[in-house]
């Protein structure tokens, strides 16, 4: 029997599901909304150089007692007054918490002075109407997104060493390209993490993506299918659900970007183009292929990554170049595009 399939990320974000990136009309007015203070103080400020310093000064820790104010509103809980008055949440891409004292500092750095002139203001303006998850630089520069208010991800915890045996080195050496793993991946590959917390926690309580430090925990071993007379094999089934409907079976080396190349050793790979005009996938940007162990995904040192999320777990950024063996129902975000690792009976 067929599982049932986990629900697909949005196919204009590409987000985990569950996440929802927060509308530009919200976040103008929560904008707004934070602005009536320091536009106060100005005004205070205006009167004080009329009628003596002491307006003046009120202005400044007026301004100041705000700017503060928001700015521990962020880190603390994600949001400042006028974001939680709209539903909204600034959180890191890579890890669902609120971003910290030093990325705001950046974000709040490259959003003043590209606002200190008209121009900087308008490209600014138009970054974050051109992405898909309205990130403009600042956001980017920061690694953070805004999106609709939702439980905070837990809180990153030790991993417990593991009492299952330690995987054969052979396993996680590099192969040859014939069978599909690049040859410049090295060492371990990076693997998805469980949720922190309570296993029942689903997609709406888990971090965007896991930072890449966590790449390296180490993931639970799955049984492969035995050869027997009549069965599939582990290297059997496998198809790659593309968001704009194709099904692709993977079996062997499938090769999916803008416009996929196959390096030396790749001949027999199949090339698959994703059409995208917003220009999020580079031309050879991920790989997928079978093995003893089952399905892997490579990113092809893409400029945007790629971004792995298995059922169950978190989402992580796939290392360039690191192959990481996935299980079914897998999706893997692709610029603004993704794909879904489905297994058909045989």
């Not at 705000?66 to 603390?76: A, D, K, R």
């Not at 030093?102 to 109407?129: D, E, N, Y």
């Not at 309205?134 to 809180?155: C, F, K, N, T, Y």
């Not at 089952?294 to 990554?305: A, M």
Request: with cysteine; glycine share 12%.
């Amino acid at each position: 029997m067929q599982t049932a399939r986990p629900p697909a990320p949005a196919r204009d974000t590409g987000l985990p599901p569950g996440v929802k990136v927060g509308p530009l009309g919200q976040r103008l007015l929560a904008y707004v909304i934070d602005s009536v203070v320091p536009a106060l103080a100005g005004v205070l400020a205006g009167l004080g150089r009329e009628n003596g310093p002491v307006l003046v000064v009120v202005a400044a820790l007026l301004a100041l007692a705000w700017g503060v104010l928001c700015w521990q509103q962020l880190v603390s809980r994600a949001a400042t007054p006028g974001m939680r008055l709209l539903k909204l949440q600034l959180v890191g891409f890579f890890d669902g918490r609120p971003l910290g004292w030093g990325r705001v500092l950046v974000r709040w750095l490259v959003f003043t002075v590209l606002g200190a002139t008209g121009v900087g203001l308008l490209l600014l303006v138009v970054s974050i109407f051109l992405s898909p998850r309205h990130q403009g630089w600042h956001d980017r520069a920061a690694s953070g997104v805004v999106i609709v208010e939702r439980p905070l991800a837990p809180r990153r915890t030790a991993a417990k060493p593991s009492a299952r045996p330690a995987q054969p080195e052979a396993a996680s050496a590099p192969l040859p390209a014939a069978n599909g793993r690049d040859g410049r991946a090295a060492g371990p590959a990076p693997v998805a993490s469980p949720v922190a917390g309570d296993p029942a926690v689903g997609p709406e309580l888990a971090p965007l993506a896991a930072a890449p430090a966590d790449q390296e925990q180490e993931r639970s071993s799955r049984p492969a299918d035995a050869p027997t007379g009549g069965r599939r094999t582990i290297l059997d089934g496998w198809v790659a659900e593309l968001d704009d409907g194709r099904e692709i079976p993977v079996r062997g080396l499938v090769l999916i970007g803008r416009n996929p190349q196959p390096e030396e050793g790749e001949t027999d790979a199949e090339l698959v183009k994703l059409p995208d005009e917003s220009r999020t996938v580079s031309k050879t940007h991920l790989a997928l292929g079978v093995d003893d162990a089952g399905l892997f995904v490579v990113d092809r040192g893409s400029t945007n990554g790629s971004v792995i999320t298995e059922p169950g777990r978190e989402a992580v950024p796939a290392g360039a170049f690191h192959a990481v063996s996935v299980s079914e129902g897998t999706i893997v975000s692709v610029g603004d595009h993704w794909v879904r690792i489905r297994r058909d009976a045989r």
